[in-house]
């Protein structure tokens, strides 16, 4: 049993169309709500402990958890929210609970016990906020057609495409809808299903075949057999459309929030063409990383990537647009659910391995390698060949060795690491080598690690 979203885009009516803004704008208004009560209780509770009032005679908090927001919401809600039937109840319940779990992921960023990077307190959404809204219960589902999607409140919608691909799946018993979430992106609705499903994926066709991939921008995707995906380039493609569209846009009467200018309905349509266009290019990028992470996992057992650092890499303006034009954070994602499915291994090197200056032959380390060199030469033992596909055998001679799971920290790079690596300055200055080659704690990486890795020869 795994979960898994289904997502349809729908083609609503006009009045279909008013009770899915509706919907969304009910869980909005919920959540502000509960966010604003949180904020007044905890205000109150820091002027009274200014006033030196004791911690027992303090106001009482209000709780955070989405059951008491929901009890505190449903007393409410006839004073505050008097139009509130026209909702399904999932809507606020929607909110209150994305609320919840908003405050406690403050809570557990603040106490230190979540990854990632520190999160905010809570904002109010405002109007341009996405919409969305989630149900979990009620009547929801497919109906018999196969075109239709059924929501409360708001009806039997329309889809843009056969729900085919689930039906089926509902129809033999091997699935069963958890809950429904209506969203509103790019001019377009949608509802996405969150399923509870019995996938029969089937195995890979060699499951003890691996392979290394290194990802990067000239060349989507090297891999280690040699093969070499090429850089789709959706967004370029596009550029000198986007650009002209972008003109257009801007020669047209846009919003104002200081003058209060409303926009015009020339410089609205101009916005839909340009989120058109940007629609078809993450389509189009997307459709090909599926087609590829499917490739990959069916035919191979194990793949090795890099732990690319995206974020950082996005931060550098200068390949900002190309990095995130190949899309190396949702093809790892991807590979990852799927290699799960399939009984697939997938191995993440970490993020010090130097796949790139490695040679694939003998194991040394050159100490630079400047981005501009294309072709791997090692000096130490005479060996050529492709950069990208250097790193790509680097990456899947891993496999026979003991490296570590996404997480841990540990792999080829504590053995023969190159110089001027941070996490290993220290450790060159203990063994006190000056010569400024590559450093050495553990002895040179035998051949044989990988020459018994299939289709590296
Ligand atoms: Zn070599």
Known sequence: MVLQAYRFALDPTPVQEMGLRSHCGGQRYSYNWGLALIKVNLDQRRAERSYGVAETDLTPSVSWSAYSLRKLWNHAKGVVAPWWAENSKEAYS????NLATALGNWNASKAGTSKGPNARFPRFKGKRAGLSCRLTTGSFGLTDDRRHVKLPRIGVVRTHETTRKLARHIERGNARIRSATITYRRGRWFCAFSVEIDRRDPVSTRSDSVVGVDLGIKSLAVLSTGEVIPNPRHLDHKLRELRRLQRQAARRIGPDRVTRQVPSARWRKAQTRIARLHTAVANARRDGLHKLSTRLVRAHGTIV?????????????????????????????????????AGGRLQVADRWF???????????????????ERMFHCDQCGFTLDRDLNAARNLAALVGEAIGGMSSPS?????????????QTRTTRATGTATGRPTRSTPRRKVTAYETVPHVS
Not at 94 to 97: D, E, K, Y
Not at 305 to 328: C, F, P, S
Request: charged share 25%; proline share 4%; hydrophobic share 35%.
């Open 94 to 97: 929607s909110g209150l609970a």
């Open 305 to 341: 990537l890099e732990d690319l650092n995206v974020a950082g890499m996005l931060r550098n303006r200068r390949v900002a647009r190309h990095i995130a034009g190949v899309g190396m954070g949702e093809f790892r994602r991807q590979i990852t659910y799927k290699a799960g499915w």
């Open 354 to 372: 130097p796949s790139s200056k490695t040679c694939s032959a003998c194991g040394a380390v050159r100490a630079k390698l400047r981005l501009s």
């Open 411 to 423: 792999c080829g790079a504590t053995r023969n690491e190159p110089d001027g690596n941070p996490r």
